[in-house]
């Protein structure tokens, strides 16, 4: 396909077309993204039909490319919905599914109103040409319109009725005697020509802007800008039908003149019942969660706000409460994810049914709610406090779903303004670090937000800021420390160590910034970096050594939720021209028992690529032998707890004992971690254990210091 060749000048996205891109997986949006990326457009992006419906109400859209499978609303319930309003109802939709394409299929889709069918996998080339050509179609209509308005200034009698075909029409002289209608006023006002004809338009359209009854027609605004040679525009007018029901309608009055002088005026009109109801539909979906019915995130926040105002100018406190249902991922593991909404559904019907009728009860997110308290005054602690012990208590009784009795209970975190901080941004953070203190406290009670936690959190905020610098700044280094062959006497194997210098010379080890690390989402990133760093080295040191080591590189569990991860590592060994067995990769024994089937699954592409695999910590108790037998690994590292008790304790040397044995009846290496002492070695050697690791023979240290010959 032949890239756009984009403009000189700058163009104004305001001035782009703009295509909206739905579906619920990410990955969808980046391909679409991709193919479509040369186009002179601006891209946006939903993941929900409820997130369709909200935007379309801020921006119009050129094309928009709906999948049509999704949770919630799904592709053809939007598509349905698009099209009752009138915004959006001749807005292009090009269905995108992954379904099988059958005719039943691709005709639901044009019932509801798509102009397109695309089916997964998409190709790109039929996928550009289809897009490109409504971006055509949308770029002709906009100078349509800009030309028909320009054309409206000038616009008459008989033009001003084609343009009108299909809304309402009324022709209405200067004493307001209807003197012209047309098919669609008949229909709208359930009257017939004859009637309509002759009679006056007060009848049928409320001419009054007050409650003081009707104006005649030569006293009504509509008259009064007509007579000045003006246009009359009125979003929502008043108008009447033949039972006097009176019904909202949008119309313009435009006057009309014979030889510069008025003959009368042109009103078009729509009934915008249907429109109106739809925008209300909307407006309540962008405000509420549409699962529970509670207030939404985002309208949470504009309390929030509101509250904040309030307390400051009456100089008054208020309270949040955080609560977070423990173990609810079990809930939808074992009993699916219907059981687990309706879970939610029925946790918020709790808590409504707990606090007052002034409080406000928000669903932020997946299974966290939060609850705005400004009722309280005096004794604020002891109020807080009461309603937390009565919430634990009605949300930790027996739900019946389906047939399951399922428990649950909430861990709550409680926070004061302007106490627990100075906007909503830092109460709304503090809030959640109570609740976090909760739950580290083993779930199912309540904590405040202290000076403790205060300082935690500003502790927390400023080690984010520093490793954000250090990626910047490139303050991270790798130590690596040797695996010696005991059988061989040689340096087999180094692991690579991350370890940060900041450029304020405070050290950190890393127990305390990696899980930093992978909380702020950028352990990946730097597990990238680590990996060809260790590549880099590993290049290095088969210059100068006859018998590199292979160096080993630590896996963090969110890198190992990535399916091109071993892709990533086998493309950075071919960037620095290395066999697969200059790299091993270690992950840890609980890693592994998070996820099993996955992690199998990425460590047997590891295994395909030739990269050894090493588990790391083992016989800290949470793997299960059943796995053991399936996991394509290559080497086991016995945990440095059971290594630090040799000579000491009997039990730990069975263990020891046992590990080795079943390693090497596995046919698999085994490397006996943190060995300090003479004691320790000797056990090792008595065991056969194939690789020690530990100060005894060498600490970490930097490339240009460690030791890799005897």
């Known amino acids: 396909m032949g890239a756009i060749k984009q403009s000189a000048v700058q163009e104004d996205d305001r001035t782009k077309p703009t295509i909206l891109i739905v579906d619920d997986r990410p990955e969808n949006h980046r391909v679409v993204r991709k193919i479509l990326g040369d186009m002179r457009a601006n891209f946006h992006s939903a993941e929900s039909g409820h997130e369709v419906l909200s935007l379309v109400l801020r921006h119009k859209y050129a094309v928009i490319l709906l999948d049509v499978m999704m949770p919630g609303i799904d592709g053809f319930e939007t598509a349905s919905l698009l099209r009752m309003n009138d915004e959006t109802k001749h807005t292009p939709i090009i269905f995108i599914t992954a379904a099988d394409h059958t005719e039943a299929l691709e005709f639901k889709g044009y019932e509801v109103g798509a102009v397109d069918y695309l089916f997964k996998p998409i190709n790109a080339h039929t996928l550009y040409s289809k897009v490109q050509v409504f971006l055509e179609l949308e770029q002709q209509r906009t100078k349509l319109l800009q030309s028909f308005q320009d054309i409206q200034e000038l616009e008459n009698k008989n033009r001003l009725l084609l343009k009108s075909i299909g809304e309402g029409i009324l022709g209405v002289d200067t004493q307001g005697c209807i003197t012209y209608t047309n098919p669609a006023t008949e229909k709208i006002l359930g009257l ?86 739809i925008e209300e539909q909307l407006n309540r979906l962008s405000q509420f969660d549409t699962l529970t019915g509670l207030v939404n995130r985002s309208t949470f926040e504009k309390h929030l706000q509101q509250a904040i105002k309030r307390s400051l100018r009456h100089n008054r406190e208020f309270s949040l409460l955080h609560l977070d249902l423990d173990h609810f991922k079990q809930v939808n593991d074992q009993f699916g994810h219907e059981v687990g909404d309706i879970l939610l559904q029925e946790v918020g019907h709790r808590i409504v049914k707990t606090v007052s009728d002034g409080d406000i009860v928000a669903r932020i997110g ?131 160590l991350l370890r940060w210098f900041p450029a304020d010379g405070s050290s950190l080890g890393p127990g305390v910034f990696i899980p930093k690390l992978e909380e702020m989402g950028l352990i990946n990133k730097v597990g990238e970096w680590v990996v060809e760093q260790a590549c880099r080295q590993a290049k290095k040191w088969r210059a100068e050594y006859a018998n590199p080591p292979c160096i080993a590189v630590n896996l963090s569990m969110e890198q190992l939720r990535r399916e091109e991860l071993p892709e990533m590592v086998f493309y950075l060994l071919q960037k620095y ?134």
């Open 192 to 277: 017939n020509e004859n009637t309509l004809v002759g009679a006056n338009v007060a009848e049928f359209i409320c001419l009054s802007t007050s409650n003081a009854g009707n104006a005649s027609w030569e006293n009504c605004r509509i008259f009064e800008h007509c007579a000045k040679g003006y246009t009359y525009r009125d979003s929502y007018g008043l108008f009447k039908d033949n039972d006097k029901r009176m019904f909202p309608a949008e119309f313009i009055a435009t006057p009309i003149y014979e030889n510069n002088t008025l003959f009368g005026v042109v009103i078009a009109f729509q009934d915008i019942s249907q429109k109106r109801s």
């Open 366 to 496: 997946g299974d966290e709610f939060v609850i705005l308290l400004e009722n309280f005054i005096e004794q604020h602690v002891r109020n807080e406090a009461a309603l937390a012990e009565h919430l634990l208590s009605h949300l930790s009784g027996a739900y019946l779903i389906r047939g399951h009795e399922i428990f649950i209970g909430p861990s709550i975190g409680i926070a004061r303004f302007p106490g627990a901080g100075e906007d909503s941004v830092s109460v709304l953070r503090a809030v959640e670090l109570a609740m976090y203190r909760a739950k580290k406290q083993g779930g199912q009670n309540f904590q405040f937000f202290t000076e403790e936690l205060h300082l935690q959190a500003l502790a927390s905020l400023e080690l984010e800021q520093k490793l954000r610098v250090a990626i910047e700044q490139e303050e991270f280094a790798l130590f690596y420390q040797p695996q010696w062959d005991i059988n061989n006497n040689r340096v087999n194997k180094v692991e690579a």
């Open 577 to 710: 021209q290395l066999p697969a067995d200059a790299i091993e990769v270690e992950v840890t024994e609980g890693m592994m028992m998070q996820n099993p089937q996955q992690a199998i699954e990425i460590l047997n592409a590891f295994q395909r690529l030739g990269i050894a695999v090493a588990i790391d910590d083992f016989g800290t108790g949470y793997s299960s032998f059943s796995y053991l037998v399936h996991l394509p690994i290559n080497t086991l590292k016995i945990d440095r707890e059971f290594i630090r008790k040799l000579g000491e304790d009997e039990k730990c040397e069975m263990v020891v004992r046992a590990i080795i044995s079943l390693a090497h009846n596995m046919h698999l290496k085994v490397v006996a971690e943190g060995v300090e002492t003479e004691q320790q070695l000797t056990f090792l050697l008595e065991q056969k254990c194939d690789y020690i690791q530990g100060y005894y023979f060498a600490k970490p240290a930097s490339a240009a210091q460690v030791r890799l010959e005897p």
